[in-house]
């Protein structure tokens, strides 16, 4: 997926963004990792919001969106 997807997320929860690209969703881990020999990374936000995760993995905000995907 090239383009950012919007999730709500909640403060002080961890999340795990996706680094392989194989998770249904594209931006939060749900396994799809196992044998690619990739690990998702751990994070948190401050505020309970709308948020933009990256889906072409080419921010570099990840796991956030910066537009980096429109360059492509």
Do not use: I, R, W
Not at 18 to 46: A, I
Not at 48 to 60: A, P
């Amino acid at each position: 997926m090239s383009t950012p997807v919007k999730v709500k997320l909640e403060a002080n929860k961890t999340y795990h963004f996706c680094t392989c690209g194989k998770s249904k969703d594209s931006v939060l881990c749900d396994g799809s990792h196992q044998g690619t020999g990739k690990t998702p990374t751990e994070f948190t936000v401050e505020k309970t919001d709308e948020y933009y995760l990256c889906g072409s993995k080419t921010s570099k905000n990840l796991p956030f969106c910066d537009g980096s995907h429109s360059s492509k």
